[in-house]
């Protein structure tokens, strides 16, 4: 059985999650007995966001105490590491990040390893990538309907010239790189940390195409101002099923790059209070305020549940699996991994 179906990750031996009753879930102590604080690395708004907010309801009512939500973005990601590393290991602090941490960790953007400096709680967002443009941005329109090659063509023709929103996180970037060669084009990529400012500059037609995951932009989609293009995915999203696919319907031979959002505390952190918070957050993650959230998101395009235990097995072979593909394209690599 593999962790993950398709994408960065292919593991072996990953368990089953089994349904987790809140009931069952012992406090370790008395712990918590005051609030908890989640840093999230990006703005608010944005897929990190959203996926901390649809957890901390089902959790609070878990835990019987406040969860509280600060974003600190900037710096692709790194920018809130230094108060995240500031805070006690007791549980009381938790930093809610993405694959990002583990890119940048693998350029040497900051030294804190996504398994041993740091603990892993939890998976609770797994989410691949399409392309978007402004809805009736007739450049990009075949008849009525939105068409990557007319972006394609209009990129040829353009050469270097297309602007892309996206984000400076390594997982983007690269993949917008495959993107590129695969279809002969260059692009502009213009990068923003907070994501109202990356969607708003597609929808104002100041940029003409976004990078992002479905479900950061669903509802921009469904309130008729993007419209999908591309899924940087094997087959076609069940979601937008007339965006074609970069490997079925332009044999991109690749597995895609993921979007992965978690949790971590610090490795100090008592063992007993790492134990609770990943029953926690498996507790929250089965909620049914939850599972809506995922669906109306589209999270549920691919499975997004990792444990602990499956969440270190990845990242490992994620540090890995970055360190390979940033020395093959000759991009910063940390020291001690050259």
Same mark, same amino acid.
Not at 307 to 326: E, N, P, R
């Given at each position: 059985?593999?962790?993950?179906?398709?994408?960065?990750?292919?593991?072996?031996?990953?368990?089953?999650?089994?349904?987790?009753?809140?009931?069952?879930?012992?406090?370790?102590?008395?712990?918590?007995?005051?609030?908890?604080?989640?840093?999230?690395?990006?703005?608010?708004?944005?897929?990190?966001?959203?996926?901390?907010?649809?957890?901390?309801?089902?959790?609070?009512?878990?835990?019987?105490?406040?969860?509280?939500?600060?974003?600190?973005?900037?710096?692709?990601?790194?920018?809130?590491?230094?108060?995240?590393?500031?805070?006690?290991?007791?549980?009381?602090?938790?930093?809610?990040?993405?694959?990002?941490?583990?890119?940048?960790?693998?350029?040497?953007?900051?030294?804190?390893?996504?398994?041993?400096?740091?603990?892993?709680?939890?998976?609770?967002?797994?989410?691949?990538?399409?392309?978007? $443009?402004?809805? !009736?941005?007739?450049?990009?329109?075949?008849?009525?309907? %939105?068409?990557?090659? +007319? *972006?394609?063509?209009? =990129? #040829?023709?353009?050469?270097?010239?297309?602007?892309?929103?996206?984000?400076?996180?390594?997982?983007?970037?690269?993949?917008?790189?495959?993107?590129?060669?695969?279809?002969?084009?260059?692009?502009?990529?213009?990068?923003?940390?907070?994501?109202?400012?990356?969607?708003?500059?597609?929808?104002?037609?100041?940029?003409?195409?976004?990078?992002?995951?479905?479900?950061?932009?669903?509802?921009? $989609?469904?309130? !008729?101002?993007?419209?999908?293009?591309?899924?940087?995915? %094997?087959?076609?999203? +069940? *979601?937008?099923?007339? =965006? #074609?696919?970069?490997?079925?319907?332009?044999?991109?031979?690749?597995?895609?790059?993921?979007?992965?959002?978690?949790?971590?505390?610090?490795?100090?952190?008592?063992?007993?209070?790492?134990?609770?918070?990943?029953?926690?957050?498996?507790?929250?993650?089965?909620?049914?305020?939850?599972?809506?959230?995922?669906k109306r998101k589209s999270l549920d395009i691919v499975n997004s549940?990792?444990?602990?235990?499956?969440? !270190?097995?990845?990242?490992?072979?994620?540090?890995?699996?970055?360190?390979?593909?940033?020395?093959?394209?000759?991009?910063?690599?940390?020291?001690?991994?050259?």
């Open positions: 059985m593999k962790c993950l179906t398709r994408g960065l990750v292919l593991l072996t031996g990953c368990s089953i999650a089994l349904p987790v009753a809140a009931a069952d879930i012992k406090k370790p102590g008395d712990y918590p007995k005051r609030p908890i604080t989640i840093i999230v690395c990006y703005g608010k708004g944005g897929g990190s966001d959203q996926a901390v907010a649809a957890l901390q309801g089902p959790a609070s009512k878990i835990m019987g105490i406040k969860i509280n939500k600060i974003n600190k973005p900037g710096g692709g990601g790194v920018s809130c590491l230094p108060d995240f590393m500031q805070a006690p290991a007791d549980g009381y602090t938790i930093l809610q990040h993405a694959d990002s941490l583990v890119a940048k960790y693998v350029q040497g953007a900051h030294d804190l390893h996504p398994t041993k400096t740091l603990s892993p709680i939890v998976i609770s967002n797994v989410a691949p990538t399409a392309l978007f $443009v402004k809805s !009736g941005d007739k450049r990009f329109y075949d008849g009525d309907k %939105p068409s990557w090659d +007319k *972006v394609v063509a209009y =990129a #040829k023709s353009n050469a270097g010239k297309m602007q892309v929103s996206n984000i400076n996180v390594p997982m983007e970037l690269v993949t917008m790189s495959k993107v590129e060669g695969h279809f002969g084009i260059k692009v502009k990529q213009v990068l923003f940390d907070k994501p109202a400012q990356r969607y708003g500059a597609v929808i104002g037609g100041k940029l003409d195409v976004l990078m992002e995951q479905p479900g950061d932009v669903i509802k921009h $989609v469904q309130a !008729g101002k993007l419209a999908p293009v591309l899924a940087v995915w %094997p087959d076609r999203f +069940k *979601v937008f099923p007339d =965006a #074609k696919a970069t490997g079925k319907d332009y044999g991109l031979k690749w597995d895609p790059l993921l979007r992965i959002r978690g949790l971590w505390v610090k490795n100090e952190t008592p063992q007993e209070i790492k134990d609770y918070l990943d029953k926690v957050f498996k507790a929250a993650y089965d909620s049914a305020e939850h599972q809506a959230f995922l549940y990792y444990s602990a235990k499956d969440t !270190g097995k990845i990242l490992d072979y994620t540090v890995s699996t970055y360190a390979k593909i940033f020395k093959e394209t000759g991009q910063q690599l940390r020291k001690d991994m050259q």
